[in-house]
């Protein structure tokens, strides 16, 4: 129901959105929308089966068709385990690619909007307090330099194992980051109702107390 409260994420790549807002969905007993990952799965179906990023009807009719499900920790895309697959780089890469299609967001709008069920929601992503949940009662833009957020994803990568150049990674995120701000759809953006978070020189458990006592300030 649209009285069911919704928090907004918003902010540019590895700012630790989704790290903060499973941390305030679990604190809250609230649901948990991740919806960069479902331009991550569209992406990676697009791979799938053949399609160009940039044949924007196509990839519309695969996201509009998408056969995802969120399960406990884990994602699946037609009952394959696309957890870890959907975090590489290159998905990354990819996602940003076919969201800048108006038809790609029309075709997960609902998709996202129907995540918002009681008692409430934590939603990440870019445009969570812009388009998908304008009424959201607290938005939040997440953010950190550059620099910062270039050192957080090697340091995962490296944890899991992967081979990652930071001087790399800087780039990367930079490049999608301007793809995102510059966009005509839903772009990457600071709303002027929005809280701004720079946890640049901040813990995640920091952040999580701050979010949180915005949230306990409003109800
Ligand atoms: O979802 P998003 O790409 O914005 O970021 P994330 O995957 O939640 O966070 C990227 C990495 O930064 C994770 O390994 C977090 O643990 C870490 N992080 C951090 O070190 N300090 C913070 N204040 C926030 C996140
Ligand atoms: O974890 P990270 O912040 O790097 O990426 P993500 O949140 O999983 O999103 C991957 C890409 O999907 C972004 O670079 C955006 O281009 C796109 N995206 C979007 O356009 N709108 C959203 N609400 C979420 C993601």
Not at 8 to 37: C, M, N, Q, W
Not at 81 to 88: K, P, Q
Not at 101 to 118: G, M, T
């Amino acid at each position: 129901p649209s009285s069911t409260p919704v928090i907004a994420i918003d902010g540019p790549s590895a700012s630790g959105k989704g790290t903060v807002a499973a941390r305030i969905a679990a604190a809250l007993g609230f649901h948990y929308l991740d919806s960069g990952a479902l331009y991550r799965l569209t992406a990676l179906a697009a791979i799938h089966r053949g399609v160009d990023f940039k044949s924007q009807q196509e990839v519309a009719s695969i996201a509009a068709t998408l056969n995802a499900s969120f399960l406990e920790g884990m994602i699946l895309l037609d009952d394959e385990d696309a957890t870890e697959t959907i975090r590489s780089e290159a998905i990354g890469e990819g996602a940003s690619q076919v969201a800048t299609h108006p038809l790609v967001r029309q075709a997960l709008l609902q998709r996202q909007r129907d995540f918002q069920r009681d008692p409430g929601l934590v939603a990440d992503g870019r445009d969570m307090g812009s388009v998908v949940f304008p009424n959201a009662v607290l938005k939040v833009f997440l953010t950190a330099s550059p620099a910062e957020r270039a050192n957080r994803r090697h340091k995962q990568l490296i944890a899991k194992g992967e081979s990652a150049i930071l001087t790399d990674i800087l780039q990367d995120i930079e490049q999608r980051d301007a793809r995102d701000r510059a966009r005509t759809v839903a772009p990457l953006q600071i709303l002027p109702d929005a809280k701004l978070l720079d946890t640049t020189q901040m813990g995640i458990d920091c952040a999580v107390r701050q979010v949180l006592n915005w949230y306990a300030e409003i109800i």
